[in-house]
């Protein structure tokens, strides 16, 4: 899935850094999930949280990694991850940007930076 030029998670705004409950985790892996080819074998890992309101809207951004099998059933590699959760909606759940290319990660990396979320480009391998 290929990211939009310039991830939209707020203009700018910082997030105050949040745990990530069980409950919230749930809400992300399940969302993430849902845009695997093979959803049951995505392997998680770094994920950081944060939460701001923006208009009077609560928002919970998530910033992380995830690796999944390809339709070719070969793990493709780490796919960085922007998320936003609105607690005040049901939990919604709505995905910004995900790829593996150099170029997604930079722009996912750089963004979660400046929200106050900064995931490493060398994260840990998350295959098996």
Do not use: W
Not at 51 to 70: I, P, Q, Y
Not at 105 to 124: D, K, M, Q, Y
């Amino acid at each position: 899935m290929a990211a939009a030029p310039r991830p939209d998670v707020g203009g700018g705004q910082r997030v105050d850094p949040i745990p990530i409950p069980l409950a919230l985790e749930e809400i992300i892996t399940t969302g993430i999930r849902q845009r695997l080819p093979d959803p049951a074998s995505a392997r998680f890992g770094r994920m950081l949280a944060g939460e701001r309101t923006l208009s009077g809207r609560k928002e919970v951004v998530v910033c992380g990694f995830v690796n999944g099998k390809n339709p070719s059933g070969s793990y493709g590699g780490d796919q960085a991850f922007i998320a936003k959760i609105y607690p005040d909606s049901g939990s919604s759940f709505e995905l910004v940007a995900m790829g593996d290319a150099s170029e997604t990660r930079h722009i996912v990396g750089s963004t979660c930076s400046a929200a106050g979320l900064p995931i490493s480009e060398s994260n840990p391998k998350t295959s098996p």
